[in-house]
């Protein structure tokens, strides 16, 4: 597969940061972008060693309001169905219903992020979805206001292996127990609250992970922490995942398992479409369209009220999809 970026350019990307406001004195944005080039690169790479079929395209494209990014689409694959690993970098104005809904008084934003969802082919082995983002706010005189990051990781299996979400959990707890033993409760606590279909009856829409909003930094070193802090949840994501994928992939399945499969994929869809307020982000700030629905399902089915066979597995799922404890 072609990298469009090379380690030479990150080389010069990180060599360009400098000052660009008095109370902004690391650029965090250029660190931070040229963190997700990189590790986008690197799941790319593994997740193709883990289909051994199909490699991901690269789609490089411009926002015409500022900015742009690079989305890393995989199709059809041996182990993956569909998946998409994209990274963005954009700026421009910030429209007056997103002031209001973020509570800020900022005209001008700019925001980073990778966003990457994966819908494997085999039911058995379970969707993913992690992103990890940066959002500054300026003021008339393009002066930062505001900062922050955000960012987590969750699995939505289709049947329960006890053993993978404990895994899944475990590495992302200690990926933060660094940087504080009582972050991984807090975030798994948001995350169990936040990736929930409200009109279902507060479903969730899998077994949770981490998930954390609005980490403003206090000063420099405090957004040194935060970068590194980043990271480390980055960093954690093909641990966490990959052997999961790997210890399912190869596990026959019919279509009982397919249907089951198609209806959980409906319920994803909807809580894109209705709750994620990435997705409402970009639809309503006039991003790409083929970029931000990359996150939904190739195959997906409704059907009407329907009810799993009692005792079956597909039961069993039900009674995951409420918080516990994990790790």
């Known amino acids: 597969m072609f990298r469009w970026i090379t380690q030479g350019h990150l080389w010069k990307q990180l060599k360009s940061i400098k000052n660009n406001s008095s109370n902004n004195t690391i650029d965090t944005k250029t660190i931070f972008y040229a963190y997700i080039q990189s590790l986008q690169n690197k799941i790319c790479s593994a997740l193709e060693s883990l289909d051994g079929k199909s490699t991901f395209i690269e789609d490089v494209w411009e926002r015409p309001e500022g900015g742009g990014g690079i989305s890393c689409i995989i199709s059809e694959g041996n182990v993956i169905e569909k998946g998409g690993v994209n990274i963005s970098s954009v700026h421009g104005e910030l429209p007056q219903f997103m002031r209001d809904a973020f509570g800020v008084s900022g005209k001008k934003f700019y925001a980073c992020g990778l966003s990457l969802v994966i819908h494997p082919r085999n039911p058995f082995v379970p969707t993913v979805h992690a992103n990890w983002r940066y959002f500054e706010l300026y003021d008339d005189e393009e002066k930062v206001i505001d900062k922050w990051f955000g960012g987590g990781s969750d699995l939505t299996p289709y049947y329960i292996f006890e ?25 798994k606590e948001h995350c169990d609250k936040y990736f929930i279909n409200k009109h279902r009856n507060n479903e969730a829409r899998g077994i949770g992970g981490v998930f954390y909003d609005y980490l403003r930094p206090a000063d420099d070193m405090d957004a040194e922490r935060l970068l590194e802090f980043q990271k ?44 994620d307020r990435g997705t409402l982000f970009g639809l309503k700030t006039n991003g790409r369209i083929e970029s931000i629905l990359m996150s939904m399902p190739p195959r997906a089915r409704w059907e009407y009220n329907y009810q799993p066979p009692a005792g079956s597995r597909e039961e069993e799922l039900l009674e995951y999809l409420k918080p516990r404890e994990w790790a």
């Open 163 to 187: 053993e993978d979400g404990k895994h899944f959990h475990a590495t992302l707890k200690n990926a933060m127990q660094p940087f504080g033993n009582d972050l991984y409760p807090k975030y």
């Open 232 to 275: 480390a949840n980055g960093n954690a994501f093909l641990n966490a995942y990959l052997p999961i994928a790997e210890k399912r992939k190869d596990i026959p399945y019919g279509e009982i398992e397919l249907k089951w499969q198609e209806i959980r994929r409906g319920r994803y869809v909807e809580f894109n479409l209705v709750h």
